[in-house]
């Protein structure tokens, strides 16, 4: 993981699991080369965890295979 990653130019998106009623969710962006930034979307501001590209895959890719996970 790196720090100080500048993060202004982030295109920042929701989960499609998400929905508009204010509950917890979370937000990824995609076009920072070779990082994904995570953070809270009720927190805009906040801080971000950015993690490899492979390490997200490998996250999505086990979310989706458990199904108790959300996928």
């Known amino acids: 993981m790196r720090t100080g990653t500048e993060l202004s130019n982030a295109d920042w998106r929701k989960s499609s699991y ?10 990824v962006a995609d076009n920072i080369p070779g990082l994904i930034p995570v953070r809270d979307s009720k927190n805009p501001g906040g801080p971000a965890i950015c993690v490899g590209e492979a390490a ?13 996970l959300g996928g």
Do not use: L
């Not at 998400?18 to 937000?27: L, T």
């Open 56 to 68: 997200w895959a490998a996250f999505v890719g086990m979310v989706k295979d458990r199904p108790s």
């Open 18 to 27: 998400s929905n508009n009623d204010g509950a917890d969710c979370v937000e």
